[in-house]
């Protein structure tokens, strides 16, 4: 008993829209990695989300015309539900949260240098910042005292 080519064309569809479902939640993930490490509003999330989405509609539609001639049919959009779903709930957790963690301690790790060059800046910077204040306060005094000496003298004439 054989199996005909176009049952097995629609399964190899159906296997593509489950896979397609996947792909789409593993880019979000790669999204909502980047809002964890920094920090977005409102309105670029809702912006970024649109895109997401506007993205995801285009590449769902070239796989459907690649794959199924532009026809949607609802296996393959049931396919890409349930590669969502299996995503979700196998993977898109541990997928965020050890991708969040690996590139803290990366950031981490590569900031520590600069940390230490702001550390062993730190007390000489903040000797010439006093440094700075007092002999500003110095010659503010002494061009009052300029100024006082000017004035006297512009008055007695």
């Known amino acids: 008993m054989e199996i005909s080519a176009t049952i097995i064309k629609e399964a190899d569809v159906l296997g593509i829209s489950v896979v397609m ?18 920090s977005h509003g409102v309105l670029w999330v809702g912006i970024e989300d649109m895109l997401f989405w506007i993205a995801s509609a285009l590449a769902l539609f070239a796989m459907l015309y690649q794959e199924n001639s ?18 979700n709930s196998f993977l898109s957790r541990f997928v965020v949260k050890g991708s969040v963690f690996l590139l803290k301690k990366i950031l981490f790790i ?26 500003v306060r110095f010659l503010k005094k002494q061009l009052k005292k300029v100024w006082r000496t000017f004035k006297i003298g512009l008055c007695k004439r």
């Open 21 to 38: 479902g996947m792909l789409i939640l593993l880019v979000y993930d790669q999204i909502r990695i980047f809002r964890r490490l920094i």
């Open 70 to 87: 532009g026809y949607i049919r609802g296996f393959v959009i049931g396919g890409v539900l349930v590669g969502m779903v299996i995503y």
């Open 110 to 135: 590569v900031s520590r240098p600069f940390a230490w060059i702001a550390h062993l800046f730190h007390r000489p910077l903040s000797f010439l910042r006093k440094t700075r204040k007092k002999v």
